[in-house]
């Protein structure tokens, strides 16, 4: 089976997905039993360097889960996760073809780093996988991105924080067929005026061409939403688009898309930092003819708070960009605003399709300040050892310094990330990498016995005191004691 180099929902990889899909059915036919994954429970992921796996503890928050993407928190700090409600059938219970998405919500009140019971549905039915959720106040949106059905789902959340939540609106997207890379990355934050700034990410339709002018994607408002003025709009491909939503409580004001930014092939992740600048990625070219190879970098790309809705960059896709074999800037570089950092493999160990993107958390060591994590999925529907290109990366573009947080080879396809007061959230789509197992008569047949879409785990990484903290706190107190003795005499 040919891997891919972008993203699981990225990359074009129709034919490979097609691949994949005649590989199941073969093994469903033959009554193949797989038996060669991973066990069924996840092994928490070790910490590359050894510093780290004194100065982090990592935690498997939860379990079980189906394909699970990305996060956001909650208003008392509980997480909701993006996951597949997936099913019976074979097909339901693969990651591509999961025909329903739900939004749920993990507690861990005891704050052992462990979700104290099972999620909670906050949202269920919306349509396929979702790959991006945000929340600004009492909104939720969710990014859809089965093919045919992308849309942003808009929510209100209830009065109490574990109250379902209410349907407020949509944004359904219309791709013109032949599509390789449609929507997959939200980024949200309060508008300056008032509402909800949401930016959203629009595919290039190739893998190595930029999509040409005139073409566009058509994006409409209903179920409470609707654009100012009414009708529809379009937008432009291969770009960052910008809306701004006002919510009166019972419908959902849209303005016209702003484009944000160009030049891009696939913005797979996007983050605002608190002073509001934007940080994104920008999936890397796959190899014409050999497309589970790269053949240009996935990208860390940057817009400034100052020059967000002002200007429009062009990020340089498809005539610019870095190689990812060497390094190498190729194409013209005037008008072009490059990278802040490319992923090519460090030491010959290799990172491709960089899903979502964070912020090191406050929390963490004064070392990682002002840097980023990037999880990548590596290679298509493999785990563990097969996957030799997903690695959970830490960058500083300040400094240019970037390495392996957690190794190629450790996880299966490492998915979301997300900053919080706990510490780093991440997702593991599966563990054991598949995207999908052979399920016949209700039976998996894959050797583990569990349906594909219930080995998604969400980790915790959060910083345990220094020991000289420690021993600083210890030599206070005692300090203190001392004192107060003293003092009395
Ligand atoms: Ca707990
Ligand atoms: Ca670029
Ligand atoms: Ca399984």
């Not at 190794?407 to 490492?414: D, E, I, S, Y």
Request: proline letters at 6%; hydrophobic letters at 45%.
């Amino acid at each position: 089976m040919p891997p891919t180099a972008s993203a699981p929902f990225a990359p074009g990889a129709h034919a490979v997905v097609r691949a994949w899909w005649r590989d199941l059915c073969r093994a469903l036919l033959a009554g193949v039993l797989i038996g060669h994954w991973a066990g069924s429970e996840p092994v928490v992921p070790q910490l590359a360097r050894l510093e780290d796996r004194e100065r982090f503890r990592v935690t498997a928050f939860a379990t079980g889960l189906g394909f699970p993407t990305s996060m956001a928190t909650l208003a008392d700090g509980s997480l909701l996760v993006a996951t597949s409600e997936g099913g019976r059938d074979w097909l339901d219970n693969s990651l591509f073809a999961s025909p329903r998405g739900a939004l749920v919500r993990l507690v861990d009140a005891d704050g052992d780093g462990v979700a104290d019971g099972p999620a909670q549905t906050m949202a269920a039915g919306l349509p396929g996988l979702v790959t991006s959720v945000r929340r600004v106040g009492n909104l939720v949106f969710a990014l859809s991105s089965r093919g045919g059905a992308e849309a942003v789902t808009v929510w209100r959340t209830g009065s109490n924080v574990a109250d379902p939540f209410t349907a407020a609106g949509r944004l359904a997207f219309s791709f013109p067929t032949g599509f390789e890379h449609s929507t997959y990355a939200l980024a949200a934050r309060p508008a300056a005026g008032g509402g909800v700034e949401l930016l959203f990410n629009v595919g290039a339709r190739q893998n190595s061409t930029a999509t040409p002018a005139g073409v566009t994607v058509g994006l409409s408002a209903d179920g409470g939403a609707s654009f100012a003025g009414g009708g529809s709009r379009a937008v432009a491909p291969d770009s960052i688009q910008r809306v701004v939503i006002h919510d009166d409580g019972t419908s959902l004001t849209v303005s016209a898309p702003l484009q944000i930014a160009k030049g891009l092939r696939n913005a797979a992740g996007m983050v605002f930092d608190a002073t509001g600048n934007l940080w994104f990625e920008d999936n890397g070219i796959d190899t014409e003819g050999n497309r589970g190879v790269s053949y240009s970098a996935d990208e860390l790309n940057f817009i400034g708070s100052d020059q967000l809705g002002v200007v429009v960059p062009d990020f340089g896709f498809a005539a610019t960009f870095v190689r990812y074999a060497d390094g190498a800037t190729v194409g013209p570089t005037e008008g072009v605003t490059l990278p802040l950092a490319a992923f090519t493999p460090l030491d010959g160990e290799k990172s491709e399709g960089a899903v979502e993107v964070a912020l090191a958390p406050g929390s963490f060591p004064a070392d990682f300040a002002g840097g980023l994590f990037v999880p990548f999925s590596g290679v298509f529907n493999q785990g563990g050892a097969a996957n030799d290109e997903n690695p959970l990366v830490f960058v500083n573009p300040s400094t240019g310094r970037r390495f392996h947080f957690i190794a190629n080879q450790t996880m299966g396809h490492p998915n979301g990330v997300l900053a919080s007061a706990r510490g780093l959230f991440l997702t593991d789509l599966n563990h054991t990498g598949r995207f999908g197992d052979p399920i016949s008569g209700g039976v998996t047949q894959n050797g583990d016995g569990i349906d594909a879409d219930r080995e998604g785990v969400v980790y915790l990484i959060t910083p345990v005191p220094e020991p000289s903290t420690l021993i600083a706190l210890g030599c206070g107190v005692a300090s203190w004691i001392a004192f107060r003795r003293w003092r009395r005499g």
